[in-house]
């Protein structure tokens, strides 16, 4: 019936009256302006021109739905052209009652009623959407380090600027200033004069770091990563990581350095006895500490650069280095071990060859037994502990690889004392026979074992280097954490996966009961203060700004509640390091 107001910017509620019977209109309308003429009652608005004709006493209007209704009468035309204007009125409400005539001389009017109509209208209120743009920074956060890197601005200039306390995103601290980036902004113009200034200036920047990375990668290793460390210190960096240090003095590192150095002892004496013996036996032996020898150092490599801290190419750093040194070193025993000592074993079955004393390669061979069942029993002894550490059993532990280093020195350590008691035992036979073959089945029988070995170890590595999920009890434990939280109403799409060394990245869907965020918020503000907020809100725009002050402090209440949600989680379950948790 009134399309005009549905254009209205802000909340209106009207109300208009006719009395149709009477000739003189005492209070037709109640508007900002109103003139009667010629029987029409016509209402001026500042914004739109409305135009209401009350000559019958038949009505036509139109709502919201597109609905239509009327009543007899010759002058429903003008109402159905006042009801044709552009828009839809939002929120009609039609209403009539009876009430007497208004006293007063009346105006002759061709309406013949003998009652009042009285018409309400309600127009719902709509604040009018704020177009933002594709891109909007005006009130984005950005940390101090960022500010000077990004806009070649000295700590002197952020101290004059508007200092805002923020929720850290970091473990080890409750919060950490940031800047207005529209303040830092306008600061850097200030600073440098023009936009031309600042991107000369950033150029300058970018030049000095590649500066800095070719100096970085010349000879002098020790100065350069001092520079660099002085580089990152001005220009910023991600977040400063505890580096590991002394690697190989306890855990892992440890057993490695152990079976590097008898491992090479043992190739070594294995060697000479194989130049004295010419035994199949004994050159596969050698061959078998070579490859343990190589492949340890190259796990030694693998636990050293995964201890590097993490940098932005790199966010979740180099643990799979691991892994990775794991599996080549599977393959290297598949194709260095396996591969020479059936080589080795076929070519004595085809070309046999007669065998020298074997009392050195005895001696060479016991001493071998000994000293790698030593470092079999410290492989054995850290597994243990660590299966201890995780309320695993020492078959879960080494099955799922929680420690691919150590696994690996277990495995070959293993093999290498069942590969000596196999190769001695073929020698007797040699010995006592005076048949060469025996050796040679000897060569073939440890060149099966390593096979095995590296087979083992190429798949283990190779699913922990997939990402395999963590255990179900673990999950779940997880899993009714969260739902037993007052705060959440579901989880979905739970997914938590081993990175490895002790590492468990963990990530949910969470679907927030938004009423308990919202108490818990109340529970913290004085109810008094805000209901004298609340009485003193009169217009849309206090109603705005006193939403906007409360929304958004119901949206830092709703992060704080993921941050306590993520630190209980890895207090119960300390293999957690990334948690992930999506708000629905």
């Known amino acids: 019936m009134l399309p005009g107001l549905a254009h209205r910017s802000w909340h209106i509620f009207c109300k208009f009256y006719f009395r149709h019977h009477s000739k003189q209109i005492s209070r037709a309308c109640h508007g900002s302006h109103c003139v009667v003429k010629n029987g029409h009652l016509w209402c001026h608005w500042s914004s739109k021109q409305l135009c209401l004709a009350s000559v019958s006493s038949s009505w036509r209007y139109y709502s919201s739905g597109g609905q239509k209704g009327d009543s007899h009468g010759p002058q429903s035309q003008n109402s159905t052209r006042s009801s044709s204007s552009t828009g839809d009125v939002s929120g009609l409400q039609h209403s009539t009652e ?37 891109r909007y920074t005006e009130n984005n956060f950005i940390t101090g380090v960022r500010a000077m890197n990004e806009f070649c601005l000295k700590a002197s200039d952020l101290e004059q600027l508007r200092k805002i306390r923020r929720r850290s995103p970091h473990d080890d601290s409750e919060a950490f200033t940031v800047f207005l980036r529209s303040d830092v902004e306008v600061k850097a113009l200030e600073v440098w004069g023009s936009l031309e200034a600042l991107n000369r200036e950033r150029k300058r920047h970018k030049e000095i770091e590649i500066e800095y990375k070719e100096i970085f990668s010349s000879t002098d290793m020790f100065k350069n990563q001092k520079l660099l460390k002085e580089y990152k210190d001005f220009f910023g960096n991600t977040k400063p990581r505890s580096r590991t240090t002394g690697a190989f003095i306890q855990g892992p590192g440890k057993v490695v350095m152990v079976a590097i150095c008898i491992n090479g002892l043992n190739f070594f004496f294995k060697l000479l006895a194989w130049l004295y013996t010419g035994s199949a036996s004994m050159f596969s032996e050698a061959i078998h500490s070579l490859a343990d020898t190589c492949n340890q150092a190259l796990l030694a490599l693998g636990i050293s650069q995964s201890a590097r801290t993490p940098d932005p190419e790199h966010p979740y750093g180099f643990s799979n280095m691991r892994y990775i040194a794991s599996l080549v070193s599977g393959v290297g025993i598949f194709m260095m071990g396996a591969g020479l000592s059936w080589y080795h074993g076929i070519s004595g079955l085809i070309h046999p060859q007669p065998i020298e004393s074997l009392l050195w390669a005895y001696c060479i061979l016991a001493g071998s037994l000994v000293s790698e069942g030593a470092t079999l029993l410290v492989a054995v002894n850290e597994i243990r502990k660590s299966a201890r550490e ?195």
């Not at 002759?108 to 003998?114: D, E, I, R």
């Not at 020698?427 to 000897?442: K, R, V, W």
């Not at 308990?516 to 913290?524: A, I």
């Open 98 to 134: 009876k009430s007497e005539a208004a006293p007063g001389p009346s105006v002759k009017s061709p309406v013949a009623s003998s009652t009042a109509a009285p018409i309400h209208v309600r127009v719902k209120a709509v604040l009018k959407k704020r177009e933002y743009g594709s």
């Open 390 to 584: 995780r309320g695993l059993s020492f078959y879960q532990y080494v099955m799922q690889a929680h420690d691919p280093s150590t696994n690996v020195v277990l495995l070959e350590d293993a093999a290498a004392v069942l590969g000596v008691i196999l190769a001695a035992s073929c020698m007797g036979l040699t010995s006592l026979t005076g048949n060469p073959y025996y050796d040679c089945i000897g060569s073939l029988g440890v060149g099966t074992l390593l096979g095995f070995v590296s087979a083992f170890l190429i798949y283990t590595n190779t699913e922990a280097l997939l990402g395999r999920s963590i255990q179900p009890e673990q999950l779940q434990r997880l899993t009714e954490l969260l739902e037993s939280d007052p705060s959440v109403r579901a989880i979905h799409d739970v997914k938590a996966t081993d990175m490895g060394m002790s590492k468990v990245r963990f990530k949910a869907e969470v679907d927030f009961d938004g009423r308990v965020v919202t108490r818990s918020y109340l529970e913290k503000q004085d109810i008094e203060q805000m209901l004298q907020e609340i009485q003193l809100v009169k217009s849309p725009e206090e109603l705005e700004a006193f939403m906007l002050k409360h929304g958004e402090n119901i949206i830092d209440t709703l992060g704080a509640e993921v941050d306590r949600l993520e630190k209980e989680l890895k207090q119960l379950n300390p293999e957690l390091r990334h948690v992930d948790l999506e708000i629905l």
